[in-house]
């Protein structure tokens, strides 16, 4: 059974999804854009079994509170923190870390400031590359980062309606009847007037990330996590080049190349979370 709770962190309220034994081996979902814990709604009892598993919803994202862009500042950073104390606050502090997307930025900051955290390591279309990163990225990259106003940020809010939406998760999956169209409306739904502020603000401090690169990169070889990567060759946003980078950082990490997208979970449930089982009772546990 997944648990459905809040917590009070910093003063904002954390939604998150829980399942599993307190005395079960731990795993945190970090979940991407323009998502939340939703994400991962099939995989959490998928593993529950076997892990003690925990998926929080980001401030301004999904289900938990979000503080006006007026007056709270949502970069990577300062999300980061408060993902951290979440995680602290909820007796995670040796875990095994799956981070999609978003999750990379959040995951590993926390890591990073946080070394004796990071048990074992589950990568899933996140970049730490420049190689990684897909044309749609030419927008962010060029006009919004380097000036930041009201009309380099408008072709870049198209990402957030619902069409774009809707092609996020389809892109690049070979059997879209097998993702379901909550998925979409229910990103859409979130999309208030603060929400997309607030994904605004992401989206230019997501700038600042190219540059810590090195520094994970770095971490990476120096810590040589046990590492399972699966990585959808399709994906809208991160090359195939992404993916296969990280090899270079670590060598003795599982790669699988999965014929699907950005949202892999969506349409290969069944092998994620049989090889996350199979990757952690082999490589991690012994």
């Keep these: ?42 995989l959490i009892p998928a593993l529950a079994d076997q892990f003690h598993v925990i998926a929080p919803d980001y401030p301004g994202f999904g289900n938990s509170d979000m503080p006006d862009p007026a007056t709270s ?34 995951g590993f900051r926390i890591v990073t400031r946080r070394q004796d955290w990071l ?41 957030l309606e619902l ?11 070979q059997k879209p009847e097998l993702i379901s169209p909550d998925n979409w409306n229910m990103d859409f739904r979130f999309m208030r007037p603060n929400a997309r502020r607030i994904q605004l603000d992401l989206f230019y401090d997501y700038r600042t990330k190219p540059a810590l690169y090195p520094e994970w990169q770095a971490s990476l070889r120096a810590r040589e996590p046990k ?33 699907s997208g950005h949202f892999a979970v ?3 449930l069944d092998y994620i979370a049989s090889t996350i089982r199979r990757f952690y009772t082999e490589k991690v546990a012994k």
Excluded: C
């Excluded at 995680?87 to 875990?95: E, K, M, P, R, Y």
């Excluded at 044309?135 to 990402?159: C, I, M, Q, Y």
């Design 227 to 259: 590492t399972i990567i699966f990585w959808g060759q399709d994906d809208i946003f991160f090359t195939r080049e992404g993916g296969e980078a990280y090899l270079k950082d670590l060598p003795q990490a599982e790669m699988h190349r999965l014929d």
């Design 1 to 42: 059974m997944v648990s459905h709770k809040t917590a009070t962190v910093d003063g904002h309220s954390i939604f998150y999804r829980e399942a599993g034994s307190p005395d079960s081996a731990k795993v945190v979902l970090l979940h991407g854009f323009p998502a939340s814990s939703h994400q991962y709604r099939n």
């Design 163 to 173: 069409e774009a939406i809707k092609s996020i998760y389809l892109h690049g999956h």
């Design 119 to 159: 048990e074992w390591l589950i990568i899933q279309n996140t970049n730490a590359y420049e190689v990684g990163f897909t044309s749609a990225w030419d927008g962010f990259r060029g006009a919004l980062w380097k000036n930041r106003t009201l009309e380099t940020e408008k072709p870049l809010a198209a990402f």
């Design 73 to 106: 500042s949502y970069t990577f950073d300062k999300l980061s923190e408060i993902v951290e104390s979440f995680l602290q606050q909820q007796g995670f502090d040796h875990f095994g870390l799956y981070a999609q997307d978003y999750g990379g930025p959040f």
């Design 266 to 268: 969506e349409d290969s």
